[in-house]
């Protein structure tokens, strides 16, 4: 992580860069490491891999191919 800052606050960092509250939010990861700072953070975590890599307490999906906008808006709507 770049400049100094936690992964957490890199996080926060970029939403408030495009003037978007961290709470509103989703963050897509594929390392156990970034889930963790997504959920530190305040936004809403969705995972690309497998729930025991990942943790089975968020959103998942196998590969990028299922990240479509539709996907993400019934993420939104069951977990924010």
């Known amino acids: 992580h ?3 800052l936690t992964p957490e606050l890199a996080e926060i960092a970029a939403a408030q860069g495009v003037g978007v ?19 530190a953070a305040g936004a809403l975590p969705v995972g690309v891999g497998k729930a025991e890599d990942l943790g089975s307490d968020i959103a998942l999906v196998p590969d990028t191919a299922h990240l479509t906008l539709a996907y993400l808006d019934e993420v939104w709507a069951a977990l924010h």
């Open 2 to 4: 770049g400049y100094g």
């Open 21 to 39: 509250d961290i709470r509103d939010c989703i963050g897509i990861e594929d390392a156990a490491a970034g889930i963790t700072a997504i959920k």
